[in-house]
């Protein structure tokens, strides 16, 4: 079936700088992926729509320039914590879906820390 | 706007007993609604998916799940539970484009 990969699956970074986490669709075109954050024992919250070949849609709330999201590709979608502080820690998620398919995949997941 | 509300964040169940996990919706337009299953420190798995067909869904892992438009709900069931479906489900639903609102989710353990 359909896979979507996500790098780092683990990250520790200091408080101040950027990391950059990637999701790819292995198997499939995908022109539209979502990432999401959870937090422990939570549920998933959507931050933001990642286009293909255009600007992400951010969900209210969500801070476009500290959650810089790139889709360069239609196999590649990035999100990039800016400036990271210990409250950005948590599991984030990206999806994907295929092209003319209703099925989401998602992706393993990517624990962030910042300390 | 749609919603999402799964009754009951915990639920505890014996083995070989009758697994039933509670969902409701809320949506102006005809849904598409899934449920996924998350295991500790992983990302998620569908389990299956409603997206207008048969209003009786099967998915992987003996689950299924009734869509009932009258009741706006989609519970997901499992005849007999087995340990290995201890995890995290979570109900979801989406219009059209993928992007999926999720319910809180609903812990499973199941005792032997």
């Known amino acids: 079936g359909a896979v979507v990969s996500q790098h780092p699956s683990r990250v520790i970074c200091k408080s101040g700088t950027s990391v950059k986490i990637e999701c790819r669709s292995l198997d499939f075109q995908a022109t539209t992926m979502f990432w999401y954050r959870q937090f422990p024992k939570q549920s998933l919250m959507l931050m933001a729509t990642s286009n293909e070949g255009s600007k992400a849609t951010y969900e209210q709330g969500v801070e476009k320039d500290k959650f810089l999201i790139n889709h360069a590709s239609l196999t590649l979608s990035t999100l990039t914590v800016t400036s990271a502080h210990p409250e950005d820690s948590s599991f984030y998620i990206c999806?994907?879906?295929?092209?003319?398919?209703?099925?989401?995949?998602f992706g393993e997941g990517s624990w962030l820390t910042v300390v | 706007a749609q919603s999402v509300t799964q009754l009951g964040s915990h639920v505890s169940v014996s083995e070989g007993a009758l697994v039933l996990l509670r969902c409701n919706y809320s949506s102006s337009v005809p849904p598409y609604l899934f449920w996924y299953v998350q295991y500790p420190n992983q990302g998620l798995q569908l389990l299956l998916k409603?997206?207008?067909?048969?209003?009786l869904v099967k998915g992987i892992n003996g689950f299924e799940a009734e869509f009932k438009k009258s009741e706006t709900s989609f519970h997901l069931t499992k005849p007999s539970a087995h340990m290995s479906d201890a995890a995290e489900y979570f109900c979801a639903v989406s219009h059209t484009g993928g992007k999926l609102i999720f319910g809180q989710g609903t812990e499973l353990s199941v005792k032997p």
């Open positions: 409603y997206t207008s067909a048969a209003t």
């Open positions: 999806s994907a879906r295929a092209s003319g398919e209703d099925t989401i995949y």
